[in-house]
């Protein structure tokens, strides 16, 4: 058996291993946190959030200690087809909880899209903005993303079977 045939299933061993622990940190993120990323896609919050920035979601039972000025994410309540990203705009009926929005760059109120907010349209505030990375994910959605995967396998083996040879010089 030559050295370059040995090397094979160690190349194998290491794409398994990367494919479970990017598997497992997905699934572990998902289960502790639900789904935490949004990425912005409208410029309605300019200049705080810009499209493309990543935003990470707190838990969704902070409802009640919302306060004005917060960022939150949560469903369009006319129809709940979309997900928006707007700040605390007022603060309705304390007893029942009713939120309105606005977002910072838009000149009013949207009706139904800012207003009304109850518990069930409420996903979670904003704890996080990671600028701009939500781009470089766009651009890598499929076919790119496989395209970039099988070049990564194809170097992983070249540089395995060229390590293969090397080492048969020797």
Partial sequence: MSNSESKLPTLIKDIIII??????IFFVIQYVFGNPFYI??????????NIG?????GEKDTFDE???????VFNRPAGHDKVI???VFKILNETER?????GDANDGLIPGTDFPIKH???????????PQVG???????????YILIALIIGAMIFVNVRKGKKSQIQ
């Fill in 120 to 130: 069930d349209d409420f996903i979670g505030q904003v704890v996080y903005v990671i």
């Fill in 85 to 87: 990203v707007h700040r």
């Fill in 66 to 72: 919302l306060e004005l000025g917060d960022v939150i």
């Fill in 98 to 102: 009713i939120i309105v929005t606005k």
């Fill in 19 to 24: 494919v479970i622990g990017v598997a497992i």
């Fill in 135 to 145: 781009q470089v994910l766009k651009a890598l959605s499929p076919p790119v993303n």
């Fill in 40 to 49: 912005v896609s409208s410029g309605s919050m300019i200049p705080v959030l």
């Fill in 53 to 57: 920035d990543i935003l990470i979601v």
